[in-house]
């Protein structure tokens, strides 16, 4: 594969009518007047790695989004469990960190891809090809299958927990934290080894074999507009069916769980007693986790499926939402996940000034 260094200008005190080359890239030198014997694929753009203005300034906000949101909530659980070491329950705390450093790897692809953006500037057509066959392009590719993998399986492990505390309180094994660590790694490597060796895969056995370029220049491994990359649609079907199932699963777990709290109190609850305002926040707060899995992963996945069957389809369609709604649960995650820690420092601080008064409330969705 050859690579061209090459810079906008080189035809620019030239008049050609017709430019003779064997590489399309070569065509983006000459004005729409002038004739170039291949043609340049409908995908390919000769302007900069990320198109428009718009989708640079939405990849920068979305990394400092990503970094900001979950370094906070990191530092914020560090502190708690520093202040609360002796009486809170921290069998949910390894679920709740890998979440959110899986949450903050979402930001890698992001500022390679924004930073790559910056250097190639308006020369990334001469350097596309050196671009799409780098480390740091397969990086992005490993990084972006390593966040749709274990996102959503951590995030049904953290539903399964809750289930089974809630359900199971006395006898269930997700209470010890020794027993939630072992399945947090075990996931976590899983994730790791797939995204690893798919990655692998694609560049050596695939691309590098044949001498083929990656065709989407944020180099996702969900879209392959020239139909070239075997591998991207294998892995665009396994990703799809991931997030399905997993979505369905979160949703219907969370709904057992709020139907089972629900329960519990009112069968323990005093007639004519005032519903507690924690189930409302409960409903809330897996109302906003559930939506926003559906809202993260299936509009992702509509969009990945439906381009591997059509000819042609924009591509910052693809940009855009690569940009806004993939990283949508590592956004939100930390933002409810904030709060929600927050509200329940808020709440034990009340309950210790309380506890001489006897007037500490206890609820079932004290820990959710």
Not at 292 to 301: D, E, Y
Request: hydrophobic share 50%.
């Amino acid at each position: 594969m050859g690579y061209i260094e090459s810079s906008n200008d080189i035809f620019n005190h030239l008049t050609l009518s017709r430019l003779e080359t064997d590489n399309f890239r070569i065509c983006c030198l000459v004005t729409e007047r002038s004739i170039c014997s291949v043609s340049i694929p409908w995908y390919f753009s000769c302007g900069d790695l990320l198109l428009g203005a718009e989708i640079k300034i939405s990849f920068y906000i979305v990394y400092c989004t990503i970094v900001l949101g979950n370094f906070a909530l990191l530092i914020i659980q560090i502190v708690k469990h520093s202040l609360h070491r002796k009486e809170m329950n921290s069998a949910f705390s390894p679920v709740q960190i890998a979440v959110n450093m899986i949450d903050m790897s979402l930001s890698v692809p992001f500022m390679i891809v924004w930073v790559a953006d910056l250097l190639y500037e308006n020369n990334f057509w001469s350097k596309s090809a050196k671009w799409s066959h780098s480390i740091f392009c397969f990086m992005v590719f490993g990084c972006f299958l390593f966040y749709n993998l274990a996102s959503p399986v951590m995030l049904v492990l953290s539903c399964i927990i809750r289930l089974r505390v809630v359900v199971k309180p006395l006898s269930s094994n997700f209470k010890y934290k020794h027993f939630i660590v072992k399945w947090v790694v075990s996931l976590v490597l899983l994730s790791i080894i797939w995204s690893t060796l798919s990655t692998i895969l694609t560049k050596y056995a695939e691309l590098d074999f044949s001498e083929k370029c990656m065709s989407l220049s944020i180099c996702s491994p969900f879209v392959d507009p020239g139909k070239t990359i075997t591998m991207s649609r294998i892995l665009t079907i396994c990703a799809t069916l991931v997030q399905i199932i997993t979505c369905t699963g979160i949703a219907a777990m969370y709904y057992h769980v709020y139907n089972f709290i629900k329960k519990s109190e009112e069968a323990t609850q005093n007639p004519g007693a005032k519903r507690q305002s924690d189930n409302i926040y409960l409903k809330i707060h897996l109302s906003i986790l559930v939506i926003t899995n559906f809202i993260c992963w299936l509009p992702c996945c509509v969009v990945y499926i439906t381009t591997m069957f059509l000819s042609i389809y924009p591509i910052p369609l693809v940009l855009w939402t690569t940009a806004t709604i993939m990283p949508l649960n590592a956004i939100v995650n930390p933002s409810v996940e904030t709060i929600t820690t927050l509200r329940k420092h808020f709440k034990q601080v009340v309950a210790k000034a309380l506890i001489g008064h006897q007037l500490v409330p206890v609820t079932l969705s004290a820990n959710i």
